[in-house]
């Protein structure tokens, strides 16, 4: 095992912190935004995946706290392009969890060989986004022309 990186590593985190908590904003306007027939599940799994960014950034906090960094108070810049069809949404979610699949995967390579732990974290959230990304994928095939 090689010495982690804390910096990088803090630095990473914040990235992350600062990104789900884009997505706590995203979700919830999405959710607000939804019209149509199926308006009714598609705001649950918008408030939910709200809920979740706001658990995934609390928990990427207490780690960046533990290894003695600042948690910041900014958000990630959030585009609003004023398109709200349900397609829409679904598109710009998924580019959303795309780029948050990408920061975890940064924070992997750089604990890698360095804190289990934190390995161990990036993986599981890994495979969080990447669950994200398939069920998004499956609610978009339904617009596909």
């Not at 598609?42 to 290894?67: C, N, P, R, Y």
């Not at 948690?71 to 004023?82: F, G, K, M």
């Not at 940064?106 to 161990?120: I, N, P, Q």
């Amino acid at each position: 095992m090689h010495e982690l990186n804390v910096e990088k590593t803090n630095d990473i985190l914040t990235k992350i912190m600062e990104y789900e908590l884009a997505g706590v904003v995203r979700y919830t306007h999405y959710s607000l935004m939804v019209t149509g027939p199926y308006r009714l599940p598609i705001v649950d799994f918008f408030k939910a995946q709200a809920t979740e960014s706001l658990m995934h950034a609390q928990q990427v906090g207490e780690i960046l706290t533990g290894l003695e960094g600042h948690p910041s108070l900014r958000v990630a810049p959030i585009q609003e392009t004023y398109q709200h069809s349900v397609r829409d949404i679904l598109q710009e979610s998924l580019n959303h969890e795309k780029a948050a699949l990408d920061l975890y995967k940064e924070l992997l390579d750089t604990v890698e060989g360095a804190s289990v732990y934190l390995e161990e974290f990036a993986r599981n959230m890994i495979g969080t986004e990447e669950m994200h990304n398939i069920e998004i994928k499956k609610m978009l095939r339904d617009f596909s022309v």
